[in-house]
Nanobody, 127 residues
Framework: QLQLVESGGGLVRPGGSLRLSCAVS????????IGWFRQAPGKEREGVSF????????MYAGSVKGRFRISRDNAKNTVYLQMIGLPPAYTAVYYC????????????????????WGQGPLVLVSS
């Protein structure tokens, strides 16, 4: 059974840092692309970063470049999202998602393009 389980969410002060983890089971990262999405209150879900499980190529939304870094550890079947300099506007539920794909990324996936989803931890940026 394919599963994605996120961890690392919580409360962080403005300007602080947080690292989210997405542990996958039931499949190997080599055959999938993994994306991080977020959904703020009253807003649509949006993609923020993607990584190819096979070659490690990455893509970022323009709004998070320089603040977010996505990485993977195929031996642990885990994808990470390191976030720095967080402003309150980044408060949202953050989801990881997977879609079957091998090779370099050339698509910034919409939420409807992803096949499997985690439960989504809340990241609250507040003083």
């Amino acid at each position: 059974q394919l599963q994605l389980v996120e961890s690392g969410g919580g409360l962080v002060r403005p300007g602080g840092s947080l690292r989210l983890s997405c542990a996958v089971s039931g499949f190997t990262l080599d055959d999938y692309a993994i994306g991080w999405f977020r959904q703020a209150p009253g807003k649509e879900r949006e993609g923020v970063s993607f990584i190819s499980g096979s070659d490690g190529s990455t893509m970022y939304a323009g709004s998070v470049k320089g603040r977010f870094r996505i990485s993977r550890d195929n031996a642990k079947n885990t994808v990470y999202l390191q976030m720095i300099g967080l402003p309150p506007a980044y408060t949202a539920v953050y989801y990881c998602a997977a879609v079957e794909r091998r090779g370099p990324l050339n698509i910034f996936y919409a939420p409807c393009g992803m096949a499997y989803w985690g439960q989504g931890p809340l990241v609250l940026v507040s003083s």
